[in-house]
Structure formats: C-alpha cells, structure tokens
C-alpha cells in the first residue's frame, strides 16, 4: 500500500531558491464589516498601497496574482485600474492556504523568465459577501458531495473541522481554556495594532462565556469575517536591494501539502494530525533552520483550536503538547515566540492568510504599525513595552514562520528572514 | 433517473451521470448500506469515488456492511447556518468508524462515517438524547427516507450494544 505517500522533495539540493526572492512591499485597506464597495475598488487600493510601501511605480510591476473563491475580481482588472501591462497574470480558486502556495509560484514564474516583479492580492467582502460556509440565505439542491455534508448540516468550517478539535481533547487532555489562551493572546496583539478591527483585550473566561457554536467552539473561537483587501510584491532579492525597505528574504515555500484523502479529511488517520505533518519535511530542510530559531509565528487562524494544531504538527512543541504551548504564555507579546501579533484573523481581520504574512515582513523589517512614538526619521522608536496601547515589535526579529491553513488535511508554509 | 428527494425543507439532488453516489443513496432507499470494494486490494471505501483511494485502480462491486460502529468524533451544533437545522438545536453531527475493516490497510485507517445522531425512526435527536452520546458510544445506522429509491444514513443509539459507562463528552460550557 503506498496510499497518500509523498515523493521526497529534494530539499537544499542546487535548485533550491532559498533567499534569492523577497516580499519587498505590503499594503492592505481598512478592516470592516461594513466595506460599502466593491471587492474591484479595495483591490485596487491594496495594490497602490503596496507599492507605495515597496517605493515602486505601476509600470515596475508585471505581473500579477489572487485568490478567491469566486468573491472577488481578477487581476486584469485591478491591473488596467492601476495603469500596469501585465506579462503575466494568474487567478486562481482557493482560500486558506493560497498565499504561502503563491509567493511559491511568484517565485516559479519569475524564475523562469515569464514576469519581473508580481504583486499578489486578496480583495473580499467576507462580511457582507460571500461567506465560508454559506449565509443560510440561499439554499441550491444538495448534490454530490454535500450529501455527505450539507445534508447533515454539516457546511460551516467550523462544523467541518470539530471532528479534528474534540478528537484532540479526546485523545490529549486539550482543555476549552488552553484553547481559548489563543485568542487572549493574539488580543494582546490586536490592542496594540491601529488596525484591528477587534482592539479589546479578552480573558478565557470571556471567551468561555461567549456562546457556543459548535463544539468545542464559542463565539471568540471563531475569526470575525471582515470586508478588505490585502496585497504584497514579490521580487528577487537582486532588485530588492533598491527598494524601500529591508527585504523580507524567502527562505523557503510549501504550497496546499496534503494528508492523504482530500475527500474527507479524518478519513485517514491519526484524525488530530493536519497537514503540518508533511509539510514541515519539505519547510525546514529547504529552509535551513528549524523551529527552534524561529522569532514570530503566523499559525492561522479560522479559528483558536486551527493555530494549535498547525504549531503542533510544524514540530513547534510535541505532538499533544499544543494545549500547553499555546496557553504557557509563549505566543503572546513578550513571550518566546508570538503567534499573529497583529491579532490574527480572530481579531485584526479575516483575509484568508494574507494578514499574518504582510505582519511578519513588518516584524522583519522592526517596522510594525503600534503605538511606540516616532522618531526624527519618522520610524517607530519601538520600547518593547508590550501592555495595552503599546509596543508589539518582536525585539530582535530575524526569522518568521507562517503556517497557512485550508482544510486540516490541507496547508501551506513560509519562512522569512530580515535581510 | 436522476434520484430527487426532500429533508427537513432541503431539496436533494442525484443526478444520473453521478454513478457512483446514485448507486450508494439508492441502496440506502432499499435500506442496505453497501460501500465500494476494489478488486485491486478488497478493501472497502467510503464515500463513494471513482478509483480505489489505495491505487487507483477503477473496478469495484458493491458489498453490504452491517452498519454497525462507534463514535470517534462528533461535532455539537448550537449555531445552525442552514435554516433546515434551526429548529433542531442542539444537533450531532457523528463521526463513526465501522466495525468492519478497523485498523485496515493501516493503524491510523477505518471506514468513517458522517451522519447525524437520530432517533430509531430516524428524527434528529432530542436533547437529552443529545447529551448522553460520545466518543466511544455504539451505534447503529437507520435511514432516513427523502424520496422514492432515495434514502440518508444516519445514526442511533445501538440498544443491543453494550454501551461505555460513560462515553467522553465535552467538558466545556
């Protein structure tokens, strides 16, 4: 049987990339739940703020990439919006675990000669549009695979994905008020963060005392659905050197790895293990550093439980270890390794991944947006003075890590450095 | 024809081209649960596909299995999305290994089965019901008619079965 075996990825053989691409610019729009707009018009600005953070013009960028889950408006459009002549450009299906799994083939396309300079996008009204897991408003006939499914009233991810999370409580000991220490953490962020739609610092027992929606998830388990766009630029190191800022340098890139069995995604065993599993042999050898130098963590999160899992199966603590880890105070401000500083997806927004990249580069830049006073230079003089209204700089951030999530079965990386 | 049916207000649809889940759905109507088995390796697969997950081989038939297992995980809606399930709070959705094939081709493998916790005649389950089922708790399949040749699986408690003291539930509130 050699069901859902993984052909081994020639990890650091010549052909590997690492630090010759970086994500020079990032720029995002407001995060509401109420855009008023087009996903066309947020697109465009995201795109304009990006470059305006990377010091580059329209003409510099010819190529162009999103993700979407037909929510959004394609790139040729945000394009011609933009006054750009794209050599390339390329849309394609997906949410959660697209972003990693593009900066990837940015890469690929500039490598191969096809386009200089990609700028990468994600413009959705995720509160006010399409939503994951439906509105509830609108019921087409159940056919194909929702006979498994929706005709269970099973359609939410978070319906979908409780399977993975009780079973972990089950099997682990996992505790509701480890889980719920990922959202009081990635609070702490979020309140010294400008832009996070959700800025209050929470407890567990708030938490806990929010009301249920699925088990093991209550209301504050789950990210707020939010209407924005978000975009950054990838370019070769080579080029990178004359832009703005410190380069965010790509040490390494795993695109929608996969458990066996994309059908169901607890069909094949252990139903606690996500797609980490795999994923972390092609991340670290490629990358050339393990979890152990890494400073700040990008572990999505759909929901509290989905950051746990992630860490866990990225090998940052032991398998089962995830309850402790998450709650030991190590991913919040000032601990060891924060985890989405900006406040995530649970409180600064939901962009489908895109948030918790543009956040590390800002880390590896030592340019995050908080409320440190600025200086003459105009930058940050940032006092790592993490309490509510402060500082959320990482002090000396040289390595980041984000782990996207599609599906447990399904999940992408991406490793930076500052340099 | 293609298979139409109708449950609790949702419209179901199989359409002809669909073999294999028209297959498996009309079975259900005739109340027999039958999965695919390969010829390639005999294992049995579930949901229905249209090559073996194991290698990809295209020829099966289709064997009966008793529909008998045990709930390894479960999700407990409180927040329904579908109107359907609004009046039904709270509701199951089981995850349950069968019996048959457990542990095969590999430890980590089993044929898991979603469907919602019902009564024996195929209602979704009151809550007390509800708050007694686990991890661990037996349980047997029953179909749930929505149309003519066109039946859902679901689940129910297996009185015949000897049930764990307690199955695990969720400790939180």
């Not at chain 1, 109420?34 to 510099?60: F, I």
């Not at chain 1, 700040?296 to 439980?305: E, H, K, P, R, W």
């Not at chain 2, 019902?118 to 179909?143: K, M, N, Q």
Request: aromatic share 8%; glycine share 12%.
């Amino acid at each position: 049987m050699t069901q859902g075996s993984l052909k081994d990825v020639e990890s650091a053989a010549p052909g590997n990339l690492r630090d010759k691409y970086a994500i020079v610019g990032v720029g995002e729009t407001a995060y509401t739940r109420d855009s008023g707009r087009t996903t066309r018009h947020m697109g465009v600005e995201a795109v304009r703020n990006a470059l305006a953070d990377a010091g580059l013009e329209p003409g510099d960028v010819d190529g162009m990439m999103s993700y979407m889950v037909m929510d959004s408006t394609m790139s040729p459009t945000i394009g011609a919006d933009m006054g750009m002549r794209l050599n390339y450009y390329m849309d394609v299906l997906g949410g959660g675990s697209s972003i990693e799994a593009l900066i990837g083939l940015a890469i690929g396309v500039i490598e191969a000669g096809m386009c200089n300079t990609v700028a990468i996008f994600r413009s959705m009204n995720g509160a006010t549009g399409a939503r994951m897991g439906g509105s509830g408003r609108v019921a087409p006939a159940i056919s194909g695979d929702g006979l498994f499914s929706a005709a269970n009233g099973q359609t939410s991810p978070a319906q979908i994905f409780a399977h993975s999370f009780m079973r972990h409580m089950y099997e682990f000991g996992t505790t509701p008020e480890q889980v719920a220490h990922v959202k009081v953490f990635h609070s702490w962020g979020a309140s010294n963060n400008p832009k996070a739609y959700y800025s209050q610092r929470v407890t567990v027992d708030d938490v806990l005392s929010s009301r249920p929606i699925a088990y093991p998830l209550h209301l504050l388990d789950c990210c707020v659905e939010t209407d924005n766009a978000t975009c950054l630029i990838v370019t070769s190191a080579e080029r990178a050197r004359d832009l703005k800022h410190t380069p965010a340098r790509i040490l390494s890139v795993v695109g929608r790895c996969m458990k066996p069995r994309m059908d169901m995604h607890y069909q094949h065993g252990p139903i606690t293990r996500v797609a980490g599993y795999y994923a972390r042999d092609i991340l670290w050898p490629n990358a050339g550093v393990g979890p152990e130098d890494v400073d700040v963590t990008g572990s999505y999160d759909a929901f509290s439980f989905t950051t746990l899992l992630q860490l866990e199966d990225y090998g940052f603590c032991a398998k089962g270890e995830g309850g402790d880890y998450v709650s030991d105070g190590t991913i919040g401000l000032g601990g060891r390794r924060p985890n989405n500083t900006a406040g995530g997806h649970l409180c600064e927004g939901y962009t489908h991944g895109m948030n918790m990249v543009i956040e590390n580069v800002r880390q590896l830049r030592g340019e995050v947006d908080d409320y440190c006073p600025l200086g003459p230079d105009g930058r940050r003089q940032h006092t790592y003075e993490y309490s509510e209204g402060g500082c959320r700089q990482v002090r000396d951030c040289e390595i980041s890590a984000n782990l996207g999530w599609g599906m447990p079965n399904l999940g992408s990386a991406l490793v930076m450095r500052k340099g | 024809m293609p298979l139409n049916g109708e449950h609790l207000g949702m419209k179901l649809f199989v359409d002809d081209r669909d073999a294999e889940n028209k297959a498996f759905f009309e079975f259900c109507g005739r109340g027999e649960l039958r999965l695919q088995r390969w010829k390639s390796n005999g294992l049995l697969s579930y949901p229905p596909g249209a090559g073996s997950p194991w290698d990809g081989t295209p020829d099966y038939g289709w064997d009966a299995v008793e529909g008998r297992g045990t709930v390894v995980s479960y999700c407990e809606v409180h927040h329904a999305i579908q109107p359907a399930f609004r009046d039904s709070l709270p509701y199951h959705i089981l995850l349950v290994e069968l019996d048959e094939q457990r542990g095969r081709p590999t430890e980590h493998e089993a044929l898991r089965l979603v469907g919602n916790l019902v009564t024996p005649d195929g209602e979704l389950a009151p809550p007390e019901v509800v708050a007694s089922v686990g991890i661990g708790t037996r349980v047997r399949a029953v179909f749930r008619q929505v149309g003519e040749d066109f039946a859902l699986p679901h689940w129910t408690v297996d009185e015949a079965a000897e049930q764990p003291s307690a199955p695990w539930r969720y400790q939180g509130t």
